[in-house]
C-alpha cells in the first residue's frame, strides 16, 4: 500500500435546537458550528464513526454488533422520515429538463377549458412576458453581435433554456471570442448549437456543451479543420449508400433522431454500408430517386413514417428491406407530397393566426405535427381570444405559462 498524508478537514454544521443549548462553540454566523477531524486511517467504519462523533450524531446503528447491513430489513430510525429528491425548479431551468411535478400537473389538466385558462393565467404570463422583455432584446443584441463578428450561419439551442440562461450562454462564447480570436475564425460559416455535449454534430454544426468550460470549446474550435476530411468521407460513404438504393438519399433529421456526433454518425454509416454490400439489392438504378431514409439503431424492422421518409434500422435484413421498400414507393412519394401541401397550408395559416390575434410570436413545439398545428389554427380562428394580443404562443401538448412569459395551449385544446 502507498503511504499517504493524514488529510484535515473543515465544514460547518447545522445546530438543531438542543445542540445548540449544550454547544460552546459557535461561529458568528448563528445556527453553524465548525467540526474538523483529521482523516488518518484506511479504515472506514472507525472513519465514519469519528466523522458522526464529531458532528455530535448517533453512532448506535454503527457501533451495534448485531447489525448485518446484507441481511437485516430496514427499520425506520425513531425521528426520521422518507424524503425523496426533490430539484429545486431552478434545476429544471438551468437544465432545460422537464419537471416531472410540473409534467404531473399538466397531464392532470389535460382537460382543462382554453378560455377558462387563458382567463387564469392572462396577468400571470403579461408579468412574465414584460420582465422578460429586457433580456429578450438582449438575446437578440447578442446573437446578432456574435453572428456577425464570427461570421456564423445560425445560433440555435438544443434544449428549451430560458432567456436568462441563454443570454448567459451567449456572453460566454462573447468572453471566449475576445480572449482567442485567432481560434474562433475556425467557426466561419458554421452553425453553432448550444446542447449537452460538445463536439462536431452529424449535419457539421458545432456543438458546445452548456457544462463545459472554456477550455473545451477552444479545443473544439482548435480542431474544426480537422473535421473536414471526416465530413467529405461521409458524403462519399451517403453517395454510395445511394447508389445500392436506387437513388434514395439517406438523411439525418435532428428533430427526429437524437443528436449524434459525426464520429457516431459516420461509425453508423458504415456499419450499414457493409451489410448492404454483403448483400447488393436489385433496384433499378435512380429508381428511388425523391425518396429519403433515415437510420435508427433501436430497431430491427423499417417503417415507413406518415411524412413519406423510410425509417431504416442499421441491422436491417438486406433482403427484408428490398422487399418492404418495393411494396411501400409509391405510399412514401404520395406521403411526400402530401407533407409538402400541409406545409404550406401550415405556413398560411400560422401566418394569418398570428395577425389575427396580434400575437408577437406563434410556434409550435418540435413533437407537434404539421397536420395538428393546422387542426389548432383553425380552430382558433373561430374564436375571438382577446387574451392572446402582444402574448407569444406555443403550440404544444399542454397547458403551461413558460419562466419568460410564453403561453403554451395543447393542439386538440377544449372550449
Request: aromatic residues 10%; charged residues 25%; positive net charge.
Amino acid at each position: 500500500f502507498k503511504s499517504f498524508k493524514p488529510t484535515q478537514l473543515t465544514f460547518y454544521v447545522r445546530e438543531t435546537e438542543r445542540q445548540t443549548l449544550d454547544s460552546q462553540e459557535s461561529l458568528s454566523t448563528p445556527g453553524f458550528r465548525t467540526v474538523s477531524i483529521t482523516l488518518n486511517t484506511r479504515d472506514l467504519r472507525s472513519t465514519v464513526l469519528g466523522i458522526l462523533d464529531s458532528c455530535s450524531l448517533s453512532t448506535e446503528h454503527i457501533q451495534s454488533p448485531n447489525v448485518n447491513v446484507d441481511s437485516q430489513p430496514h427499520k425506520e430510525v425513531p425521528g426520521m422520515f422518507y424524503r425523496p429528491v426533490k430539484w429545486d425548479k431552478t434545476y429544471y431551468t438551468f437544465t432545460g429538463f422537464k419537471d416531472p411535478e410540473e409534467e404531473l400537473e399538466q397531464a392532470q389538466r389535460v382537460e382543462t377549458a382554453l378560455i377558462s385558462w387563458l382567463d387564469m393565467n392572462e396577468n400571470d404570463a403579461k408579468k412574465k412576458l414584460k420582465n422578460s422583455l429586457p433580456l429578450r432584446e438582449e438575446l437578440d443584441r447578442l446573437k446578432a453581435e456574435l453572428s456577425y463578428q464570427l461570421q456564423l450561419s445560425n445560433i440555435r439551442w438544443q434544449r428549451s433554456w430560458g432567456i436568462a440562461h441563454r443570454c448567459s450562454q451567449l456572453h460566454s462564447l462573447s468572453r471566449l471570442a475576445q480572449q482567442s480570436p485567432e481560434v474562433l475564425r475556425n467557426a466561419k460559416g458554421r452553425t453553432v448549437i448550444f446542447t449537452d455535449r460538445s463536439g462536431v454534430s452529424a449535419t457539421g454544426h458545432v456543438m458546445l456543451g452548456t457544462m463545459d468550460v472554456h477550455h473545451h470549446w477552444t479545443k473544439l474550435f482548435e480542431r474544426l479543420p480537422s473535421y473536414c476530411n471526416l465530413h467529405r468521407k461521409q458524403m462519399i460513404l451517403e453517395e454510395r449508400i445511394s447508389h445500392l438504393l436506387g437513388g434514395m438519399q439517406v438523411t439525418y433529421m435532428e428533430e427526429l433522431q437524437s443528436l449524434l456526433t459525426i464520429e457516431e454518425y459516420y461509425s453508423t454509416l458504415d456499419l450499414f454500408y457493409s451489410r448492404l454490400l454483403s448483400q447488393r439489392l436489385s433496384f433499378h438504378p435512380r429508381s428511388l430517386r425523391g425518396l429519403q431514409f433515415i437510420l435508427e439503431k433501436d430497431r430491427y424492422a423499417p417503417r415507413l413514417h406518415e411524412l413519406g421518409h423510410f425509417m431504416i434500422p442499421t441491422i436491417c435484413d438486406p433482403a427484408s428491406l428490398h422487399w418492404f421498400i418495393l411494396t411501400k414507393v409509391q405510399e412514401a412519394r404520395d406521403k411526400q407530397k402530401r407533407k409538402e401541401e400541409l406545409k404550406v397550408n401550415e405556413r398560411e395559416l400560422t401566418k394569418t393566426c398570428a395577425e389575427k390575434f396580434s400575437l408577437k410570436r406563434l410556434y409550435k413545439d418540435p413533437s407537434v405535427s404539421s397536420a395538428q398545428m393546422i387542426h389548432c389554427c383553425k380552430r382558433l380562428l373561430e374564436k375571438p381570444l382577446p387574451y392572446l394580443q402582444g402574448m407569444h404562443l406555443c403550440i404544444s401538448h399542454f397547458y403551461s405559462v413558460l419562466q419568460d412569459g410564453d403561453l403554451c395551449i395543447p393542439w386538440n385544446w377544449k372550449i
